[in-house]
């Protein structure tokens, strides 16, 4: 099995709204209402790829998950407590695995990825928030050393700060 993890182009978006759409299926079939047509959407795509901060994993030429990596904090985030020695800090956002390949260890692969990526950019943390109610996004992230930063209220309800410092 061959697995690369590379930077989204503007080429991938197609495949990237399917991998999308295919998570939102699965996340609505299990009860999660967190991902929904709002978000994330093809302009949310663009966005990402155009900031050239998206990275995807292929397997066998097959996109089967993505992550996002960059600087853009949510100003929900604000009333969390981050560390105090936490900056230059990073941000994770829409980290996903297609549901036909999840359990497979290839969010924790993503995620070491977008580690590296801010390491090499003198990240000294990452950020990210999760729904409450999405069980296996509420496990990984303390399973790879994340505290959690507290809880905001975002337009799809409760959603809990996590920060791992690098
Ligand atoms: C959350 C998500 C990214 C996890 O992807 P994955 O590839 O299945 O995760 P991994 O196989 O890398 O799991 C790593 C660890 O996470 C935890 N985990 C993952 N899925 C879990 C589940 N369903 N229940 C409990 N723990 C889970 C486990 O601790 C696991 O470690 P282990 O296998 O050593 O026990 C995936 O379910 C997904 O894409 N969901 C839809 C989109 C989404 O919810 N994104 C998160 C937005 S914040």
Redesign the pocket.
């Known amino acids: 099995m061959t697995l690369i993890v590379c930077k989204a182009i503007s080429t991938d978006a197609t495949a990237l709204l399917r991998l999308v759409r295919d ?1 939102v299926a ?2 609505r079939a299990a009860g ?1 209402e ?2 929904d047509e709002v978000y994330p959407n093809a302009e949310t795509i663009a966005s990402d790829t155009e900031a050239g901060t998206m990275h995807i994993l292929n397997v066998e030429d097959t996109i089967i ?1 993505s992550i996002t990596i960059d600087q853009n904090m949510d100003q929900m985030w604000l009333g969390m407590t981050w560390s105090a020695d936490s900056g230059p800090a990073f941000a994770v956002h829409r ?3 297609h549901p036909t ?9 993503l995620m070491q990825h977008a580690e590296s990526v801010a390491r090499q950019q003198g990240g000294r943390s990452i950020r ?1 928030d ?2 409450l109610h ?4 509420m ?2 992230y303390p ?1 790879l050393g994340y505290r959690r930063t507290g809880i905001a209220m975002m337009r799809k309800g409760e959603f809990v700060g996590f920060e791992k410092l690098l």
Not at 101 to 109: P, S, T, V
Not at 134 to 137: F, M, R, S, Y
């Open positions: 998570c699965a996340m999660i967190q991902w998950g980290l996903m695995v390949q999840q359990d497979r260890g290839f969010a924790k692969r990210l999760t729904f999405n069980p296996a996004a496990a990984l399973h």
